[in-house]
Structure formats: structure tokens, C-alpha cells
């Protein structure tokens, strides 16, 4: 296959673009239910309606919905190595930029200066991966809802947690109860059981890919079950949308999990904000 | 939805109750990090906040055909201003802070002695409180400060938030985090 062409360029802008201004169908369907969920007037409610009405419009206008824009996390498939190769993902990020679907945010780490195209050695992410299809996907992620990520390490006597499901439980909770609101809740919990502490990042954020309604790999009986139960369970912390209070304080919960040495047993969560921008191109 | 005009009187900022979903209209200022930092140094600050609003908040401004657009406006989270926001009020007689996940007891203390209330703006939320600003009214220390941080002076209309912290002493915060706890407690004991 030929390395990228103007033309994939263009896609993968057009790709940034919708990122940016449009959530997936299933978050925004999410938001919606659980604005029904809320009792009209209450703090949660306006917040809920506030996001919605806020979406629509970014929507209409194609303008990023949030003003960080976020770290960019390119999943493409390994079929595609050779025709959307990272030099090609930069063209886009830095033409995205060009035209305002993204802020300038990307800093350099030892002098602070800004990268204005937003493309430097590691940005945007790029991971190339098997996924069975000629796809791209795009995960954009804000600074606020990254901060608010942890890893555990098992057994941990402050919280009573185990190294179990029961204590896997236990950290998954105690990480939404600190969470708060700060990182721009509703949010979305990606989680990995066991894993050494990068691949445990890796893997948490791979599960922020998967749509809400989707089942756990393999269809694991034991983490289906550990997502609902968190789900349900988190949501009666009463956090609500923006830490004002409310029943909808997580959107979903995806985990997975990887294995682990006799030593290590970590639960690394990865908080993503209800502005969940996550999008998918094909490649013929 | 209660309906706030500049000037924000006083007695009605003290009416409000934490959780009123407010609607505000008229100028707000925005002022973030090096603007409380300019004030914590003894600086005098040219802008007249008595009765007015404060936004924590670093906008996305370009200047486009001679006229200040505003592309971004969402909050800041203003935790960061704590050590500087009790002297502040005091000191400049705002009555709205405008902001995201809220500040600490002293600042609480503050808006109770002097009038003043919390107002949470939804984070993330860009493209709608954009929308909201009808017009950049000017800028004050923009060479100094820098547009992120400048403070800028936006005739908003409709500018949406929810009551976070009142005058009465009470933080939607501070409650949240403590029955949230509470709550943490019941599910692990289960």
C-alpha cells in the first residue's frame, strides 16, 4: 500500500474535526437518559441540559465542544502501517489546527515552549494495532479528566482491598469517590485488572474505545458483572454532574483485564469526562 | 432559573441558595492565575468589580476584522486561587465568582461576611458559553498578563451556572465530598 496521500490527510482532518465538535451516539445517548433520570430543576438536571444544548450547538457548528482539546490518541490498524504513518497523522493534527478544530496544547516539557501545530516527537499517540478492519480511531482526551487517573497496587490496607475481585472493587470505587467532580463528571471509567503499571495505563485507556452497550473481550462473565455492579454502585455516591450532587455521577464502566507476575497485582483506572470524543475512519 | 443583572445587587446575591441554577446577564471580567497573583502583590487593580463578577476563565480571543471574538470561554478550575480569593472580595466587593470545582472554607467564610456567592459553570462546556458572550466590552492587562490570562471584559447574556457556594455558608462541595464518603463507607461495609 502507498504511504498517505493528500487525500488521507484531508480524511484524517475531517476525522479531528468530528472528534472534536461531535460526541459518539452512545455517550450522547447516555447523557440524555440520564438527564431523565434526574428530578427537573435540580442542579444535576441544568448541568445535564447545559452539556446537551452546549453539544448540540458544537455540533451544528463544527467547533470543538471543549476548549482543551486534548491529548490525541490515534488507534490504527496494523494492516494500514504503511499508508497512515505517524508523519501523515501530523499533517492532519497540524492542518486541524490550522483551521481551529484544536487549541494550541502541546508544551514542551523541559522549556515550556509551545508547540503551535500541536505535532511533536510523540504527539500526537500513536498506536498501531490489530483491529481486524482498515480502521483509524481517534480518542481525544482532556487534561482535567487525566489528572484524575490512578493506579492501585494490592493488597492496599487503607481501603480494606484484597488482592481479589472484592478488593478490585473497592480501589474502582474509592477512585470515583475521590474523583469528585473534578474530572468534569458524568465520566467514564476505563479499567485494567493486573498488567505491569504502563501496559495497565495502555490497557485502561484502550477500554475508553468501546462503545457504552459493549460487552467485556470474550465475553467475560465475571468483568461484565464487575462493570455493572460499579456502574450501579457509583452511582448512588451522589457526585452528580460536575460534583453538584445527582444520581448520574459515571456514564459506563469498561474493563478488561491482563496478567499479572506472583509480585504485582495493580488496578489502574483511567477517568475519561463526559466529553468523551471518540471517533472512527475507514481506509479502502 | 433566576435572572441575574449587572449590577449584581446585594441583597439579592444573598437570597440565592446553593443549588438555584442562575442565568446571568451584563459584563463579567475574567481573571485567572497572574491576575490574583498582580492583586496578592499589592498591585491596584484599574477594574471596577463593586457589585460585579469575576470569572475564572482563559478564554480563546482573536481579533478578527478589527473586533474581539471570543472562540472559547469555558471555566478554569479555580481551587488555585484560593490563597488570594478572601482578600480579593473583601478588597474589590464582587459579589459573583465564576468558576469550576469550587474554592475552600476561608473563601466561603469570605462570601458570607461580605455578600458574595459561587457560581459553578459547566467545565467543558466551550462551545455554548462562547455563544453566550454577545460582545468583548475590552481588556485590561493583556501585554502584562497575555490573552489566556488577561482580563477581559464580556457583555454576557443568558451565561448559565448553578449556585455552588452561597452566603449562608453552605458548599454543594464540602456536602457532596462528605456524603459521598459517608455513602463509600455504607458499600464497603456491605
Redesign the interface.
Known amino acids: 500500500m502507498q504511504s498517505g496521500t493528500d487525500n488521507d490527510v484531508e480524511r484524517l482532518t475531517e476525522l479531528i474535526r468530528d472528534a472534536s465538535s461531535s460526541l459518539p451516539d452512545d455517550v450522547e445517548r447516555a447523557l440524555n437518559e440520564a438527564l431523565l433520570r434526574e428530578e427537573d430543576?435540580?442542579?444535576a438536571a441544568?448541568?445535564l441540559r447545559?452539556?446537551l444544548?452546549?453539544?448540540a450547538?458544537?455540533r451544528r457548528?463544527g467547533?470543538?465542544?471543549?476548549?482543551?482539546t486534548g491529548t490525541l490518541t490515534f488507534f490504527v490498524d496494523t494492516d494500514l502501517r504503511r499508508r497512515i504513518t505517524p508523519e501523515v497523522l501530523k499533517s492532519a493534527v497540524a492542518r486541524a489546527t490550522e483551521r481551529?478544530c484544536l487549541?494550541k496544547n502541546c508544551i514542551d516539557s523541559v522549556d515550556g515552549r509551545s508547540y503551535d501545530d500541536n505535532c511533536a516527537e510523540g504527539a500526537p499517540v500513536v498506536h498501531y494495532v490489530e483491529r481486524g478492519e482498515p480502521t483509524v480511531t481517534l480518542v481525544m482526551k482532556?487534561g482535567?479528566s487525566e489528572n484524575m487517573s490512578r493506579q492501585y497496587s494490592l493488597p492496599d490496607a487503607s481501603?480494606?482491598a484484597g488482592r481479589d475481585l472484592k478488593g478490585v472493587r473497592?480501589c474502582i470505587?474509592?477512585a470515583v469517590?475521590k474523583t469528585?467532580?473534578?474530572g468534569?463528571a458524568p465520566g467514564i471509567l476505563g479499567v485494567c485488572i493486573g498488567g505491569d503499571r504502563a501496559t495497565g495505563f495502555e490497557v485502561a485507556k484502550e477500554q475508553l474505545l468501546r462503545p457504552l452497550d459493549e460487552q467485556p473481550a470474550d465475553g467475560d462473565a465475571a468483568l461484565a458483572k464487575l462493570e455493572r455492579t460499579i456502574l450501579e454502585?457509583a452511582n448512588?455516591?451522589?457526585?452528580?454532574p460536575?460534583?453538584?450532587?445527582g444520581r448520574t455521577t459515571l456514564l459506563g464502566v469498561k474493563i478488561a483485564s491482563r496478567p499479572r507476575v506472583p509480585a504485582s497485582f495493580f488496578v489502574t483506572v483511567a477517568y475519561m469526562?463526559?466529553?468523551c470524543r471518540r471517533r472512527e475512519c475507514r481506509f479502502q | 432559573m433566576v435572572e441575574l443583572r449587572y449590577p449584581f445587587d446585594e441583597g439579592q446575591v444573598r437570597a440565592l441558595k446553593a443549588g438555584d441554577a442562575v442565568s446571568i446577564t451584563g459584563v463579567i471580567h475574567t481573571g485567572r492565575d497572574k491576575f490574583h497573583k498582580f492583586f496578592a502583590d499589592g498591585n491596584r487593580i484599574d477594574v471596577d468589580f463593586r457589585d460585579g463578577a469575576l470569572y475564572h476563565c482563559g478564554p480563546v480571543v482573536v481579533k478578527e476584522g478589527g473586533e474581539w471574538r471570543v472562540k472559547a470561554a469555558g471555566p478554569t478550575t479555580s481551587v488555585r486561587e484560593n490563597p488570594y480569593e478572601p482578600a480579593f472580595i473583601a478588597a474589590s466587593g464582587v459579589r459573583l465568582v465564576i468558576g469550576k470545582g469550587g474554592m475552600d472554607s476561608a473563601t466561603l467564610a469570605a462570601m458570607e461576611r461580605h455578600g458574595a456567592v459561587y457560581i459553578q459553570a459547566v467545565g467543558g462546556a466551550a462551545a455554548l458559553s462562547a455563544a453566550s458572550v454577545k460582545r468583548v466590552a475590552g481588556v485590561d492587562y493583556l501585554e502584562e498578563f497575555g490573552a489566556a490570562e488577561a482580563c477581559w471584559h464580556f457583555e454576557v447574556e443568558g451565561f448559565r451556572g448553578v449556585v455552588a457556594m452561597d452566603s449562608h455558608g453552605r458548599s454543594l462541595f464540602a456536602e457532596v465530598a462528605s456524603s459521598s464518603a459517608a455513602r463509600l463507607g455504607e458499600l464497603f461495609g456491605a
Open positions: 430543576g435540580s442542579s441544568v448541568v447545559t452539556i444544548d452546549n453539544c450547538l458544537a457548528q467547533t470543538p465542544l471543549c476548549q482543551d481551529g487549541r482532556g482535567g481501603l480494606g473497592r470505587l474509592d469517590q469528585q467532580g473534578y468534569c454502585e448512588t455516591l451522589g457526585i452528580g460536575m460534583g453538584l450532587g469526562c463526559w466529553a
